[in-house]
């Protein structure tokens, strides 16, 4: 089955998840207190995922369905994520405000189509 990332506007099928990036934000605060050296602190568990995923399309169609995933990915909407390859990169996200969605075509086949972009994980 390999990747598939869905959303009410349509679905893409990449060849491949080539890029994965995710970081959490840590919301504990530390409360530095006058005259004692260790600092009070307000548990918190931290913030849902954020990232960068960069996928490929590596077909006859390649250029056709990059574009289409660029677009898809532009449009307002909450997209899924489910992956056979991949399980870490299950999960619902958007496009921050700010994100960068990129498509560019790769410089050592020349063939395949890239298409990087910003999320921010979502609960559904």
């Excluded at 996928?55 to 994520?81: K, N, P, R």
């Excluded at 075509?105 to 395949?112: C, D, F, M, R, V």
Aim: hydrophobic share 40%; aromatic share 6%; net charge negative.
């Amino acid at each position: 089955m390999g990747t598939i990332i869905t959303s009410n506007g349509g679905t893409i099928t990449p060849s491949a998840v080539i890029g994965w990036e995710s970081t959490r934000d840590g919301r504990t605060i530390v409360h530095q207190s006058i005259n004692r050296s260790e600092p009070d602190a307000t548990l918190r568990p931290a913030g849902l995922r954020k990232g960068r995923m960069e996928i490929s399309f590596a077909t006859a169609t390649s250029e056709a369905d990059s574009a289409a995933a660029e677009t898809l990915l532009a449009t307002a909407s909450v997209f899924s994520v489910i992956s056979t390859d991949k399980v870490s990169v299950q999960l619902a996200f958007v496009i921050p405000d700010g994100g960068n969605i990129a498509r560019t075509l790769s410089p050592t086949t020349g063939a395949a189509w890239n298409v990087a972009f910003d999320w921010v994980e979502v609960t559904p």
